[in-house]
């Protein structure tokens, strides 16, 4: 990471790639050689359960399925929790029925890709199988129960999808300087440090509650330290479970909408080296925040980052108008 802010951004979902039957960008390459034939975890799915209906389609536990038995297999002998698997299970069934219907709004407008285009895309793929699970195109299908018909229509639909959002989320770099000019105060930036107690373990799960009250005093007991005067990056480097730590809590500037809630709203509350007078509970832990500066950014700075937060405005926008055109219910 870049800078460790970004491991408090708040969640923003984006169809950015290719997320076809087993592997992708929701996190489900875990990588190579980690095991094969009888993975710790497993859970079993339905072909004919309903998991979720868009419009007049249903949406079977088979297709949840093929995700996630391969990632019980490249998992290998490393237990996953009931926490992490329903974690995996929620992201690829959004994703699963976000595709389905972007797919369906494309084809009413007659929106397609060339076969050749799908065909490089599948080729692309197996030639990703290969390498990330040590396995031919006619053993992976084999393995997990699969036709060649049905990943290329899987891929066909993911790559159909992911097109036609782009297209209808385009910006131009007029709207960015136009959306800039109206909202200047929104672009003004401040830099902040903080000290981080986690309430999840290693894997993610939360602590049990004897944990997270003993977590809780030892942020209190820090915050207290530093309103009392002692030095916070000193503070940080000792107690924080951040890797800003080493940098005495530094998280460098950041703007409105670039932390999870909880966390911005108290930092742009504070003026310049002013500690907050309260611990901040978000859904990475305890945090005792201190602003250290702020700025104003100019639209050279601005323009990038914007540009970025209004695609993804416009894909949001597009999905929850197609969510409730095509009346999606989730039954998972």
């Not at 004897?210 to 977590?215: G, I, V």
């Not at 310049?272 to 702020?294: D, F, R």
């Not at 700025?295 to 416009?314: C, I, Q, S, T, Y």
């Amino acid at each position: 990471m870049d800078k460790e802010k970004k491991h408090i951004n708040k969640k923003i979902w984006i169809i950015a790639g290719i997320l076809v039957i087993g592997v992708g960008a929701a996190g489900f390459y875990v990588g190579k050689g980690k095991g094969r034939d009888l993975p710790a975890t497993s859970r079993h799915y339905s072909d004919n359960k309903i998991i979720a209906t868009v419009g007049d389609t249903k949406i079977t536990e088979k297709e949840l399925k093929n995700v996630m038995e391969p990632l019980f297999y490249m998992n290998g002998k490393d237990k996953m929790t009931d926490e992490q698997i329903d974690y995996y299970e929620q992201n690829a069934i959004d994703h699963i029925v976000t595709t389905e219907m972007l797919y369906k709004e494309a084809t009413k407008n007659n929106f397609k890709l060339d076969d050749k285009v799908i065909d490089e895309q599948y080729n692309t793929y197996m030639a990703t199988i290969s390498k990330t699970f040590g396995l031919d195109e006619d053993s992976y299908l084999k393995q997990f129960g699969l036709t060649k018909e049905e990943m290329r229509k899987a891929i066909e639909k993911e790559a159909v999808a992911a097109k036609y959002i782009e297209e209808k989320s385009q910006v131009s770099d007029k709207e960015v300087e136009e959306y800039y000019n109206k909202n200047k105060k929104d672009f003004n930036q401040i830099s902040a440090s903080h000290i981080l107690i986690k309430n999840t373990d290693e894997n993610g799960a939360k602590l049990d509650e004897s944990k997270l009250k003993e977590n809780k005093k030892l942020a209190e007991d820090i915050l207290k330290k530093a309103l009392e005067g002692e030095d916070f990056a000193q503070l940080a480097k000792k107690h924080s479970e951040d890797g800003s730590a080493e940098k005495g809590g530094d998280l460098g500037y950041f703007g409105k909408g670039d932390m999870v809630s909880e966390f911005e709203k108290a930092a742009f509350s504070l003026n310049n080296s002013q500690v907050y007078t309260e611990v901040v509970e978000t859904q990475y832990g305890y945090h005792i925040i201190k602003k250290t500066g702020e700025k104003e950014m100019a639209f050279d700075e601005a323009k990038d980052k914007l540009k970025k937060d209004l695609v993804l405005n416009k894909q949001n926008d597009l999905i929850d108008k197609l969510t409730k055109e095509y009346k999606v219910e989730v039954k998972k």
